[in-house]
């Protein structure tokens, strides 16, 4: 039997909202899976640009130390469920930054995500079928990764 | 040149001696005479400082600092090299801002990476690095990494902590008297990238814009030091996305001359194409923001569908649409097993934007709305352009005839029929202009460099199976080198230095024209309206990925 509270999940898989984040350069084919060719809002996603109204945040790619409070701000303040989609190897483990002595290479430990695409940068159609894999998640009602644990909140911002 | 060269000889030089065709590279043996010596440069028409570069020498204890000098409308380029002790306290020098405002961030840079202190520079500070780096001096080659790391959510902590102390200076310094606040513009705002521009506003008139950078900071210089040669590109490429194989061109072009190679003619052309593809995609994202900025996305979106076109063109090539990693020192990555199915996907492209070329003309570039917003406003004068080194479009957009594929050509610019691409009046509305024309010029240059690659494969001249890429030796001789490209937003300037038998660079140093764009906006928008930012700030075409490298 359909459950209130799953129609509920139900309707906030379909029409997912964006906030509006951009740290590194996968934000580039984020904004080609915006463009015409790719067009992402078919499956009703759209970007927004402040968080109070979004229900998804990027990790685009590289997060350096100077962006992660920024970052972990507009996390939190974004209204619960709120889920994270960490996109290209940077957001992994630094990815071709791995070397680099400015870059966070922990970023899935300190925000874990719900939905990993791999990358550098990923395509806009794997970018939408990660987000598609995250509707899924949403549909179940499964609590998201960041709100059971992470260093984020260990940290000030 | 003579004239460059005499005023150089007055004074005590290590060496004085022509470098390319352009250049005159010189070493000063005594610091104290640097001032003197840039004032008589200043004389003759060097005008304009293009970056400052330290060289750490760790084991001869002593810092290289490299100036780069330029006049600009002249085309002649005095590479200027001053020693400074390596010692944290006695490493400094006089500062040349307050003869060469362009120099002012470079300085800012040098002082937060090397801790070369500038005496005399009107407000030295550390920049670009994040607040756990302070008095650390992260470029130096005996800086302890490992050590640092270890403290990482301590060191973000500082970072915030910055942040909170900055916000509470500004509440108390300013009080609460007339309108008077900081207005933090980014750094996620959706016109801009991770940048903030702290702008201190008097009700909606902007009183002064102070650019906090190093949202984006890689520290890709120091990064290319743990590479290898061929390697480094997956760095140097990342300086920005947008513009993609440019400044992989520049990069392989200072390891060639330092291996002493000449890459193939087939070679060259191919980088042409690939450098001007990534031009018209950097473009197209250019002028599409700058519509987005005043709140119009539709440009944006119908750029976006033809720069799809030129990005199939380096998938097709490379099998990455932005990440393409396509040149190497040598010449190009790959072979063109079938060059006419490429030049099929550069036609098809070509034909996308001219399809809707009149469209394009009619609806947005002759927009009466725009105009009426963007003309006349935040004109910057040739002047401006030599004072504050504006590059690339800006400069052209101002009048200025600058173009290094035209003053110091590289890859097959030489052979090719290219012309100075200018407007007159310098304000946003040119700023646009210019970018509508560069791709239009670059198309022509396509279409050029594609005719002469089929002219020389019809005729058995190149090989492109087998021309694209040369041996180069695994391990490079000692030396240094200056490779400078046009860029899609501008000149880019790389000094590479290598030491004997080495297999990594030892120092890259990458000049990237966002810099003193971003340097500019203080002029640029301070006396306007708070609803000018979006505009001007698009208007200058400003990337964060190569503002902070």
């Known amino acids: 039997m359909l459950k209130v509270l799953d129609f509920f999940n139900y309707a906030r898989s379909k029409s997912p909202w964006i906030v509006h984040f951009c740290s590194g350069c996968c934000s580039l084919e984020m904004l ?14 759209i970007m927004t640009p402040t968080p109070r109204q979004a229900d998804i945040i990027f990790i685009t790619g590289l997060v350096s130390k100077k962006i992660l409070p920024a970052l972990l701000r507009t996390y939190e303040q ?14 992994y483990d630094g990815g071709p930054y791995n ?26 159609e794997a970018i939408i079928a990660g987000l598609e894999e995250l509707k899924e998640k949403i549909k179940r009602g499964e609590p998201s990764a960041s709100s059971q644990g992470g260093l984020w909140k260990q940290m000030k911002f | 040149m003579d004239r460059i060269k005499e005023v150089l000889n007055k004074f005590d030089m290590e060496y004085v001696e ?18 003197k010596v840039i004032e008589s440069l200043k004389e003759v028409g060097v005008k304009t400082c293009s970056t400052v570069s330290p060289t750490d020498f760790i084991d001869e204890n002593r810092i290289e600092v490299n100036y780069f000098l330029e006049d600009l409308f002249n085309k002649k380029n005095v590479w200027l ?19 060469m405002p362009s120099a002012d961030w470079h300085e800012l840079e040098s002082f937060s990476t090397f801790g070369v202190k500038f005496k005399g520079h009107p407000n030295l500070r550390y920049f670009l690095i994040s607040s756990d780096y302070y008095g650390k001096f992260p470029f130096r080659k005996d800086f302890d990494w490992e050590a640092h790391e270890q403290n990482l959510i301590e060191n973000i902590n500082s970072i915030s902590d910055e942040f909170f102390e900055d916000y509470e200076k500004n509440e108390k310094t300013i009080g609460h008297e007339e309108s008077k606040t900081v207005l933090n513009w980014g750094p996620t705002h959706p016109a801009s990238g991770p940048i903030r521009l702290k702008v201190f506003i008097n009700g909606e008139n902007v009183e002064k814009i102070d650019a906090d950078i190093g949202y984006v900071w890689r520290a890709l210089e120091n990064l290319v030091e743990r590479k290898d040669f061929v390697g480094s590109i997956v760095a140097v490429e990342r300086i920005c996305f947008m513009d993609n194989p440019n400044p992989m061109i520049c990069y392989s072009q200072a390891v060639e001359e330092i291996a002493g190679k000449e890459i193939t003619p087939f070679a060259k052309y191919m980088r042409v194409i690939l450098g001007e593809v990534g031009r018209i995609a ?4 250019s002028a599409g923001s700058f519509f987005g900025t005043m709140g119009l996305q539709t440009f944006l979106m119908w750029n976006l569908d033809i720069r799809e076109y030129f990005l199939d063109v380096l998938e097709d090539y490379s099998g990455a649409r932005i990440a393409t990693a396509s040149i190497e020192p040598g010449g190009v990555r790959y072979p063109l ?19 809707v070329k009149a469209d394009i003309d009619d609806i947005f570039i002759k927009n009466p709305l725009m105009s009426s917003r963007a003309k006349g406003n935040g004109i910057f004068t040739l002047n401006d352009v030599e004072e504050y080194y504006l590059a690339g479009p800006i400069a052209r957009a101002s009048g200025a005839k600058i173009d290094v594929r035209i003053d110091e050509p590289y890859a097959a610019y030489g052979e090719l029929n290219i012309n100075y691409v200018t ?29 002469k690659i089929e002219e020389g494969i019809e005729s058995g001249e190149m090989n492109p199976t087998k021309d694209h890429l040369i041996r180069m030796p695994r391990r490079m001789p000692a030396g240094e080198a200056v490779s400078r490209v046009e860029w899609a937003r501008g000149e880019m300037l790389m000094h590479l230095v290598t030491t004997d038998k080495s297999t990594s660079p030892y120092r890259l140093k990458m000049r990237a024209p966002s810099v003193n764009h971003t340097m500019v906006l203080n002029k640029l928008i301070s006396g306007k309206t708070l609803s000018d930012i979006p505009l001007l700030y698009g208007s200058m075409h400003i990337c964060q990925g190569d503002l902070d490298r």
């Open chain 1, 32 to 45: 080609a899976s915006m463009g015409p060719r790719y067009d992402w809002e078919r499956y009703g996603y």
């Open chain 1, 99 to 124: 070397d680099s002595r400015s870059v966070i290479k922990n970023m899935t430990e300190i925000l874990p995500a719900d939905v990993f695409v791999a990358g550098c940068p990923p395509k806009p």
């Open chain 2, 282 to 285: 950097s473009h197209l994202i």
């Open chain 2, 18 to 35: 022509d470098y390319k065709s352009t250049w005159i590279k010189a070493k000063l043996k005594n610091k104290n005479d640097l001032l």
């Open chain 1, 78 to 91: 974004m209204p619960e469920p709120r889920y994270v989609v960490a996109i290209g190897a940077c957001a």
């Open chain 2, 337 to 355: 097993n079938d060059y006419k199915a490429w030049f099929e996907t550069i036609q098809k492209a070509i034909d996308k934007f001219e399809s």
């Open chain 2, 423 to 451: 407007c007159e009046n310098g304000d946003a509305r040119d700023r646009l202009y210019i970018i509508y024309k560069e791709i239009m010029q670059s198309i022509d240059l396509i279409k050029q460099a594609m005719k």
């Open chain 2, 81 to 99: 090299k001053v020693d400074v002790d390596r010692d944290l306290e006695k490493c400094e020098i006089d500062s040349i801002t307050p003869l």
